[in-house]
């Protein structure tokens, strides 16, 4: 089984591109599945339903969410349909196995106002200042994974034509830069970063106060230090402003698909959650508009 599970990775990886973060997700799933395979004493390819089901019976019990065995169903399945492509086993025991419903959680989003008075806590006075000043108005501008941004170099940014470019494994896209966040991204690129960093070979894009790239831990603190400052009482994390980012898209009547697009979300499914957000506005345009709302 571990040469199979070796095979499956390096498929997955080979031939679906998968990032190295969704790969990591593939391989604890897989690798909990074969523990359990080899505690129990079965034989992998040998096995049916029941076994499935069992499987995961055992994992509720150890209090696994819905989210995370709906997941490993979605592993072992892909392993199973590997199997069968290299003719390993002549039929996939998960067919007919139910996921579990996941119920999809509410994003928290954060109000226009909130986003402005957030944003506007960064002095441009200093160095660290001007940076963050730039981070803050990036991160809202793009919608980008906080591991994204960090990720970026300066090569990624395109300051003559206001984008950005952001490579997720091997997928890459391009998203453009609103004008607020272009400046503040130019008077950092242009007056504190050459500053802060010291060593020309560090090539990262957004950089701590020691020029080296910025860790997801301080971009985190960042948004924390600046939400106590505009003293706004949501939790406000990066990913809550690419939450706040894809909803104020579409209130405004941005298109579900460019939104899509612009998150890097291969599913539009993961997109049409924000719809929710966009109803809550249109019933208060009605409210406000109708003359017998």
């Not at 490579?167 to 130019?186: D, E, M, Q, V, Y």
Request: charged share 30%; net charge positive.
């Amino acid at each position: 089984m571990e040469k199979q599970i070796k095979l499956f990775l390096e498929f997955l990886e080979n031939d679906k591109k998968l990032s190295s973060n969704t790969l990591q997700s593939y391989k604890r799933d897989i690798t909990q599945y074969q523990e359990y395979i080899d505690k129990n004493g079965l034989n992998y390819l040998k096995i049916d339903n029941e076994d499935i089901e069992k499987y995961f019976e055992y994992l509720k019990a150890m209090n696994k969410k819905t989210s995370t065995i709906s997941r490993n169903l979605a592993t072992i399945r892909s392993f199973y349909q590997f199997l069968l492509r290299t003719k390993k086993v002549k039929n996939d025991p998960t067919v007919g196995v139910q996921s579990p419903k996941v119920e999809k959680k509410i994003p928290s989003i954060l109000s226009s106002q909130e986003v402005e008075l957030l944003l506007e806590q960064p002095k441009t006075i200093d160095l660290k200042g001007i940076r963050d000043k730039a981070m803050l108005e990036f991160a809202y501008a793009t919608g980008m994974r906080v591991t994204e941004i960090i990720s970026l170099d300066i090569t990624d940014a395109n300051l003559e034509q206001g984008y950005v470019v952001c490579k997720n494994g091997f997928k890459t896209r391009n998203i453009p830069l609103g004008s607020l966040s272009l400046k503040a991204l130019k008077e950092y690129v242009e007056k504190a970063r050459p500053i802060l960093v010291k060593d020309e070979s560090v090539k990262a894009l957004f950089v701590n106060i020691n020029g080296k790239r910025l860790t997801r831990q301080g971009f985190w603190k960042i948004v924390k230090f600046y939400k106590e400052q505009a003293h706004i009482s949501k939790e406000i994390t990066p990913h809550v402003l690419r939450h706040s980012f894809a909803t104020h898209l579409l209130q405004n009547g941005a298109d579900l698909k460019a939104i899509q697009t612009m998150l890097g979300h291969s599913d539009i499914s993961s997109t049409q959650v924000y719809m929710q957000f966009q109803n809550e506005n249109l019933k208060d345009i009605y409210k406000k508009a109708h003359p017998r709302a």
